[in-house]
């Protein structure tokens, strides 16, 4: 929910810069109300557009979906996440061309015993530090911290990565180089993750492309499979269900 707000912020923001404060206040049942406010000098908002930000598959107005991208889907997930958590996400301050603060509340218990092993069917899977060691990768993303988290997990486990801010660079960086795996973002301005493996299709493209979606619905996962998509990984993204993914176009993992 945090890193979806923090995404946001920085994706609205141009000028000026982000920041998050985060207070706990314990209670006498244990638990603590953890408040996470992420301000930003970005676009802002008017009164009138504050309420539909929450609404599913709803922007602000259209001109917000042909600039910036995105479905309109990552507030209304991370609200409801909210609530099952006893929480709420509200916007605490905002006025249009003058930044937002975005404030995220939620009820999080104390964990007593903290030398406790974890469940071994929950614990994480184990890769090999080069698992895509001298892989060429090119991660496709129209949001920068998208691709520089990406990036970085990537070029940590060895990998060679190149990154393309929208669906027609990809396209292009993909023919013109010599890439062993492209991750693909599917929702993103100007021509979109289907475009832009159609676009490679009519080339005869043959390296694998694997669809980067915040669709977690298992009709968004035929839709990109019956596209001729490779793989297929939800936002947000589980490193080592990433790793998994991309290792097993090359290298194995144990």
């Not at 676009?199 to 980067?212: E, F, N, S, T, W």
Request: charged residues 25%; contains cysteine.
């Amino acid at each position: 929910m945090s890193l979806n707000l923090i995404g946001n912020a920085v994706k609205f923001t141009e000028v000026g810069g982000v920041e998050v404060n985060v207070r706990s206040f314990p209670s006498s049942d244990g638990k603590n109300r953890i408040t996470i406010d992420v301000n930003d000098t970005g676009i802002g908002i008017d009164s009138e557009h504050k309420e539909k930000l929450f609404r599913p598959f709803t922007q602000a107005d259209n001109s917000m979906t042909r600039k910036f991208g995105g479905t309109g889907l990552g507030l209304a997930l991370s609200q409801r996440l909210s609530h099952a958590l006893s929480g709420e996400i509200s916007i605490s301050e905002g006025k249009l061309g003058k930044g937002c603060t975005f404030t995220l509340t939620f009820i999080a218990g104390c964990t007593q015993d903290r030398t406790k092993m974890p469940d071994p069917l929950h614990r994480p899977i184990r890769v090999k530090s080069d698992c895509l060691k001298d892989m060429k990768i090119l991660v496709v993303d129209d949001s920068p911290d998208n691709q520089f988290l990406v990036a970085r997990l990537l070029k940590k486990n060895g990998a060679l990565v190149e990154t393309a801010q929208d669906g027609g660079e990809g396209y292009r960086m993909a023919l013109s180089g010599s890439f062993d795996i492209v991750l693909m973002d599917i929702q993103m301005p100007t021509m979109d993750g289907y475009q832009a493996k159609h676009a490679l299709d009519m080339r005869g493209y043959k390296k694998p492309v694997i669809a980067l979606t915040a669709h977690a619905m298992m009709e968004e996962r035929f839709k990109t499979e019956a596209a001729g998509f490779a793989g297929h990984l939800t936002k947000p993204l589980i490193a080592t269900e990433l790793l998994k993914t991309v290792a097993s176009f090359g290298k194995t993992l144990h």
